[in-house]
């Protein structure tokens, strides 16, 4: 039986086992071994993609890039606004960089350093649902930690992810300057809208606390309800660091 399967089923098979020895040896608990296992086989696509890419490193780069192409690498790039219409030599070094990731549901996806575009599943963010083809981090460009989301999803159910690094994404701009003078427009141009946002909100909570401060001259609130005043106003303007 085992001769009649492929190199990368024998091998997940082994993972599996190794998994639930140690997860036996460790004394975990029941409920926790069963969304190992479940993650586990969920990510079987994923652990496949991964192991596949070992394999073909026996190759030339070139090769790489045709072979990822091929199996459809480009169609994630095509989701990136400045991913989009690459030419074929810098598409084929871009998809050889892509890197296949999965989260279980319930957790959230924090990587600021990276852009990830959606193959399979679901996940909150802000008040919308993200699904196959949209994509997560494409501010990962931005310099300024303020001006980028901060708010981080969370899956709603087992969420596949194809994800390029920001420092892969360096390493194509120093091969292709052509390409680095794209990315950097890309940059300014989101730095800009952003920061028209950021700055908008900063002026009315600015707007706010000096309306609060009239009404204290006035004596039409007293020092609590100013201090409350305040801190609301600021932490609906000024962004912080949050979950959805």
Known sequence: IVSNLDSFTIHFQKMSDDLNMLMAARGLPKQLQNRVRRYLNE???????RFHQGTLRALSPGLQGEIAIALGAADVCNCVPYLRDLGHDLLREIVHYLLPEMYGPGEFV???DAVSV???GSA????????????????MLLESAHLRNSIFPKTLTFVELMTLNRKDLATVCERFPHFSRRIRLAQ???????????????????KAIWSTERLAV????????????????????????HFS
Do not use: C, M
Request: charged residues 35%; glycine residues 4%.
């Open 124 to 139: 909150w963010w802000k008040d919308k649902i993200l699904s196959y083809a949209d994509i997560i981090g494409e501010d």
């Open 43 to 49: 990510s079987f696509q994923v652990q496949r993609q």
């Open 188 to 206: 300014i141009n989101l730095a800009l809208r952003r920061g028209i946002v950021f700055y908008a909100n900063h002026f009315k909570a600015v």
């Open 118 to 120: 959606i193959q399979r």
């Open 110 to 112: 924090i990587n600021r």
């Open 218 to 241: 006035r004596g039409e609130i007293d020092k609590e309800e100013i201090h409350k005043r305040t801190v609301d106003s600021i932490n609906k303007r000024v962004r912080q660091p």
